[in-house]
Structure formats: C-alpha cells, structure tokens
T-cell receptor, first 113, second 117 residues
Framework: GESVGLHLPTLSVQEGDNSIINCAYS??????FIWYKQESGKGPQFIID?????DKRQGQRVTVLLNKTVKHLSLQIAATQPGDSAVYFC????????????FGGGTRVLVKP | EAGVAQSPRYKIIEKRQSVAFWCNPI?????LYWYQQILGQGPKLLIQ????????DSQLPKDRFSAERLKGVDSTLKIQPAKLEDSAVYLC???????????????FGPGTRLTVL
C-alpha cells in the first residue's frame, strides 16, 4: 500500500467519549480481519478479530464491525480512556492470501483529558 | 503465559555492517513471522516459518537478509550488509498451529529498533 510516512491520520477524542476508527481493506477474498493497538516503543497488541461469516463482534469496551459489501472495517471503543492513546492498525488475511496478514497504514488516537 | 521474546531491543550500526536479531516465540506456536516496520507505517511481512520450514519469503530481500529457524522454535534474522534504508523496527510474531484452513491470530514481540548510520 501507499506509504503514509510520519503523517498518520489522527483521531482526537475526549476522555469518556466513544471512538470509531475506520479501515478500508483491499481484497474481497479476505476472510479474516484483526485490529491491533501499538503503543510507542512496543509491538502490536491484539485487540479483537472477526471472521467473514460475522458482521459484528464485541469484546471488553470494543466492537468490530465488518461490512463486506463495501470492504469496510471499523473499531469502536466505548468510554475512551487515556490508556487507549496509541496507533491502531487493521489487518486482513485469509486463504486467498496464503493466510498471511496485510496491514493497513494505521490511525493515531489521542485521548484528551 | 510468556509472550514473544526478542533481543536486542535496540541496535545501532553503520552501513555495510552486519546485524542479527533473535526471537523466541510463544511456547507451542508452530508458525513464526518476521516483519519490518518503518516509522509511521504498518508492519510488512518479511518471512513466515511453519515449524522449521519456510512458508513464504517472497518479500525478503534475499541479497542481504537471511533468516533461519533450525529447530522449529527460536529464530534469527540477519542483515548483511546493512543499508541506511534498513532502519526500522523488526518485529517477530507467532501463532498456534493453523486450524482447518483458517488464519490464526498473530502475537507480536516488542521488536528490535535498528538504526543504520
């Protein structure tokens, strides 16, 4: 994909509000999708995943929505906290890609106190 | 359960020098991945191992990068000689044995930040 370089899309959100992070994926044959959170100086941390036979999956304070018609994935974070400040990556995978993950460019979330 | 371990955490070298990174995956995970993450971008897969065999190394610059997982557990990634554009974070990830045809969740280590001067 195209290089975003240092200019990551940034979402600023007030502490306590809900956050929605969007991701467009490219391969209509992808059947597995995953969100990672990456804090500065750390590796990506698994948040939640979803397979293509579902359109919604909920975790603790997080919900992933999958719209296969428009190849769109979103991550909703309820009651955003300062500890949620990080870069969030979506990734797609599946049999058509040899079960490899392809990552998107990332969105930076800044939580304002 | 211990996570994916990587060392060193940081490395600074001059161009044309060699460097090696080490990864110990989560116990019992058959699949191991090495990724390169350039600042501000998502991780890019370099190589994937299933036990001690290479599954995919299509994105590995084989003229200077090499990787091995001889006993199907630990893995090393080597760069020889390094170029300025190799400056990045090198991430190791592992996943359990694949379920019937599906893609497994990958768990990442903390990464090694390489600076090439």
């Amino acid at each position: 994909g195209e290089s975003v370089g240092l200019h990551l899309p940034t979402l600023s959100v007030q502490e306590g509000d809900n956050s929605i992070i969007n991701c467009a994926y490219s391969n209509s044959a992808s059947d597995y999708f995953i969100w990672y959170k990456q804090e500065s100086g750390k590796g990506p941390q698994f948040i939640i995943d979803i397979r293509s036979n579902m359109d919604k999956r909920q975790g603790q304070r997080v919900t992933v929505l999958l719209n296969k018609t428009v190849k769109h994935l979103s991550l909703q974070i309820a009651a955003t906290q300062p500890g949620d400040s990080a870069v969030y990556f979506c990734a797609e995978g599946g049999k058509a890609a040899g079960n490899k993950l392809t990552f998107g460019g990332g969105t930076r979330v800044l939580v304002k106190p | 359960e211990a996570g994916v371990a990587q060392s060193p955490r940081y490395k600074i070298i001059e161009k044309r020098q060699s460097v090696a990174f080490w990864c110990n995956p989560i116990s019992g995970h058959a699949t191991l991945y090495w990724y390169q993450q350039i600042l501000g971008q998502g991780p890019k897969l370099l190589i994937q191992f299933q036990n001690n065999g290479v599954v995919d190394d299509s994105q590995l610059p084989k003229d200077r990068f090499s990787a091995e997982r001889l006993k199907g557990v630990d893995s090393t990634l080597k760069i020889q000689p390094a170029k300025l554009e190799d400056s990045a974070v090198y991430l190791c990830a592992s996943s359990p044995t694949k379920l019937a045809g599906g893609t497994d969740t990958q768990y990442f280590g903390p990464g090694t930040r390489l600076t090439v001067l």
